[in-house]
């Protein structure tokens, strides 16, 4: 069982919809990264957060500590959006990070 | 400001060979990490070093190696190329919270 795991593995969607994906972890951790990864590989950190939630534009992320679960949410999904969607646990103390296995979004016009 | 730079983009090597990446962080940041990403394993952590010093280690071979400078340049060596070693190796610097990732270098092993 991978210590980071993600829903789903592949996500398609309307333009417009509202997007979640989900992300749990079985182990502690000090923060949870969520990044975005375009075809061709560069991978943009999207967000950090060790509590609560954060918001980027149309982009939000929550992490409940106790539950071990994080959820990234899109508002308004845009074709543009279409990436892969990668959460990561860091770890205490030295900052290592362990990747769930990405979910793949896909916007349709 | 210049993002994290990784050279080459691209590289074909054969098995047996040995490589070299360069990874050049976000000026300021001391902290450079070293990413696996393939198909079936997905991303996974090399190492990571700071201020020269490695500090963290993945579940690697010895084959692979790396090293930093003293202006925070890195550079990771894979010897002995495998097959298996065809991946997209990312870099990712740090000023010490969120990182910031490069475009990667795809390495196909032949």
């Known amino acids: 069982k991978n210590e980071v795991e993600q829903s789903p593995q592949n996500l398609t969607a309307q333009e417009g919809e509202f997007i979640t994906i989900n992300c749990s972890y079985s182990?502690?951790?000090?923060?949870l990264h969520w990044l975005q990864q375009h075809p061709g590989g560069g991978i943009v950190s999207l967000f950090m957060?060790?509590?609560g939630k954060k918001k980027h534009g149309r982009l939000i992320a929550t992490i409940n500590i106790q539950e071990k679960h994080s959820s990234l949410h899109i508002t308004a999904s845009h074709p543009r959006d279409s990436a892969v969607y990668i959460c990561?646990?860091?770890?205490?103390?030295?900052?290592?990070?362990?990747f769930g296995t990405g979910t793949r979004l896909t916007i349709i016009p | 400001k210049a993002g994290v730079t990784q050279t080459p983009r691209y590289l074909i090597k054969t098995r047996g060979q040995q490589v070299t990446l360069s990874c050049s962080p976000i000026?300021?940041?001391?902290?450079v990490s070293w990413y696996q990403q393939t198909p079936g394993q997905g991303l996974q952590f090399l190492f990571e070093?700071?201020?020269?010093?490695?500090?963290n280690k993945g579940n690697f071979p010895g084959r692979f190696s790396g090293r930093q400078f003293s202006n925070s340049r890195s550079e990771m060596n894979v010897s002995t190329l495998e097959l298996g070693d065809s991946a997209l190796y990312l870099c990712?610097?740090?000023?010490?919270?969120?990182?910031?990732f490069g475009q990667g270098t795809r390495l196909t092993v032949v």
């Open positions: 000026s300021g940041h001391r902290s």
């Open positions: 070093y700071f201020s020269e010093t490695q500090r």
């Open positions: 990712a610097s740090s000023p010490g919270s969120e990182a910031f």
């Open positions: 990561a646990g860091e770890n205490f103390g030295n900052e290592k990070l362990t």
């Open positions: 182990v502690g951790i000090s923060a």
């Open positions: 957060l060790s509590s």
